[in-house]
């Protein structure tokens, strides 16, 4: 790995550093050397750990079943390492990793004799169900028999069920004495490492090559595990000998405490189930949301601890503590206590009212393609048509809180008794530093900043609203003031002082005295009438000033429209003098930004359209030029354009009477999609291209609009195309003179 790592880094070429590597996924990930190297150093360790053999040492006790399971461990290492080539092999290995995984079971089951046989009956039921799962969804999905095939993935539980068997395995293995602790914990890693691993690193990990290594080295921890435990077996281990240690039991204590320990977590579960809700927190909240976003792989273990929960799990774990009253259940249930109450609180402060996607509308949560959440379990009411999304979540922490507590003080650890004089003096030491310390009674309060005010982006619902949507009022008039220059003087002042300052300035706004406006114009240089904008928020007098001018702007805009549709609507009508294919009339104006509409044929040239050279060629006539694909038609940008498109299948005759300029000149079209339109967005005309691809004749006609005098007027346009072969420019009519000032001049490039 070093020298391979070392050439690839002097020559840029990671081949031969990956031809010493396995990765998953297709060929050529992970091309970042440093990626590289570390994958290799991962399976270096790995391939160390598996063929390094047992510790020297005598050899340990060696039955028949031992020496089995050593047998069946190192083949499903190598079952393991075929997977990784699974691609390149003619057959595949899903069979013989099922054979090889079901007789681990098996043998674990009978090694593992030291364990109690509870623990080993169910490790033994829940591999085989696994493995029998497997088997059968794969036969029966060979035979199409999808019910049946179904049938025995649900046994699986989506890899449950083997975690569990693994979890019983590793507690025995650590409880048995033969197997090291470096073997039991790299089964512990092999078991989490997955769930955290993959969705971590495509949450926060951009690079593809990346995600692979990662979940790669994640899953390097399962071959290490197997051989290490077949290390073990025949390594100098002793059998660790159990002894029963004796539960020193706290005393039960009053009765009423413990049964209020145990009744006060159930409270809200009752409330729930009362309303047919079986669950703690439901869809909810910040924490909800990041488990089914980021770590999706974890997304079943939280469904299931929020059934758990809210069916009253931690009630019956309360209940057994009170029975036991040991030391290890009671800081057991205390934690479990205690993190289900800090999640209930981040859930209360991070919900919503009504959680996305469950108004009553008949919405399904899922969990990447698992429903957690059954149909009709957050159905709204009949009667009141509201949704029971279960009791606020700071009702269960506050109930699981107080339980904890009395859990505590019942049967927690207890301090020695102190000397009435020491607490005495420390709590006079204590009040008598409070009283000296100075107090702050001029709080400077919350200082909104600049990137507070603007968030880097925001998303858009479904229906197009902002998903953050934008602050009004007194907070809309605070982030004014530290966006802008506006109040270059209270820019650093307190929100609290800044809302106050603003409220001012408005009630000096509304009286409109002179004598109180050049005062404040003289002490804060500040011309009140000139800040309608900044006071609008928190000012009402301001706000109508606003309105009443954005009522206007839009009335002048409304009625410029309207007369600039007027000019089209009173243009004179073209009548062809022979019968056309097509005739359109562009019922609104047309703009254009640039003073040019373009039709581009994508798929005419491999080059950049804008680089062509088609603009140099329509400012010879000023008016219209083509190229095979591309056509430009050249107006001017600051005067609206009424347009009129015909079609013809055969040439129409030349006209020029009433028109300023025509031209005329030969396009080939690619693509059989002649469709002139604006270059930066905007309505597009008709197509021109009759009979689909071929050459076509295009004739431009331009005339100029009076309105209300030369310079208030418009432009016309009549578009005429047909077939017609040749790429000469026929200028049947010159630009005239009386139309000078206002010829099409086109701007780009």
Known sequence: MVAFGVVALVSGDDRVLRLLLVLPGEPGAGRQVLFLLLVGAAQGWALWQILRGRVAGEIGEQGRAVRLLRVALYVNVALFSLDWFAAYLPW??????????????????????????????????????????????????????????GGFEIVQLDGLTWLLWMLLTLVAQA?????????????????????????????????????????????????????????????????????????????FGWWPLPVMAVVLPLLPVAVNLAHGLPFWIGPQGIIESFVRTHLWGLSPFWGYFDLLVGVG???????????????????????????????????????????????????????????????????????????????PPLWHSAALTASALILIFLYGPRTAPRSPYRVAVACVASVVTLCLLPVADQVRGQVTSRGDCEPPERGRSAGGEPRTPPPTGERAFVCTVRTSDALPSARSIPDQALVAYGHRLCGVYTRNDPRELARVRELDGLDVRTLSGLLADVCPRAAETVQAARDAEKREMLEWEAEEQRKCDEAPRHRPLIRPVSVSVHKEPLWTDYGVLESYEPGSDDGD?????????????????????????????????????????????????????????????PTGKIRLADAMGGPELPNLAVRGRGDYRIRVHYAWLPWKGE???????LIMAYPGRGDEVVVHRSRTRGAAHISPKPTLG
């Open 609 to 669: 359209p804008y680089e062509d050279g088609l603009l140099d060629l329509l400012n010879k006539n000023e008016l219209v030029a083509a190229l095979p694909g591309h056509l430009m038609v050249g107006v001017h940008s600051d005067y609206s354009i009424c347009v009129t498109t015909e079609t013809y299948r055969r040439r129409p005759p030349v006209e020029t009477r009433g028109w300023h300029h025509v031209v005329e000149v030969g396009y080939r079209s």
């Open 92 to 149: 595949r290995t899903y069979d013989l990793e099922d054979l090889g995984q079901l007789a681990l079971v098996v043998l674990f089951y009978r090694v593992l004799d030291g364990a109690s046989r509870a623990l080993r009956l169910t490790a033994l039921v829940a591999g085989t169900l696994v493995v029998a799962g497997s088997i059968g969804e794969e036969v029966f999905g060979l035979l199409d028999l999808r019910s049946l095939e």
């Open 313 to 391: 799990g931690l009630g019956v774990l309360v209940l057994v503590t009170v029975v036991r009253r040991t030391r290890r259940s009671l800081w057991t249930a205390v934690s479990l206590l205690l993190f289900a109450a800090a999640v209930g609180v981040v859930t209360a402060v991070t919900s919503d009212h009504a959680p996305a996607g469950s108004a009553g509308d008949g919405t399904r949560f899922w969990y990447d393609n698992m429903r957690m959440y059954p149909d009709g379990t957050f159905a709204p009411d009949p009667a009141s048509g509201e949704i029971f999304f279960s009791v």
């Open 711 to 717: 310079k208030y007027g418009g432009q016309r346009l």
């Open 175 to 251: 409880r048995d004495g033969r197997w090291g602790r470096g073997t039991v914990w790299s089964g512990v890693a092999s078991m989490v490492l997955p769930f955290f691993v993959a969705p971590l690193a495509f949450a926060f990990i951009d690079d593809h090559s990346a995600i692979l290594v990662f979940w790669g080295v994640a899953n390097l921890f399962q071959p290490v595990w197997l051989a290490r435990s077949a290390h073990d077996l025949a390594g100098p281990h002793t059998r660790r000998v159990r002894t029963e240690k004796k539960r020193i039991r706290a005393p």
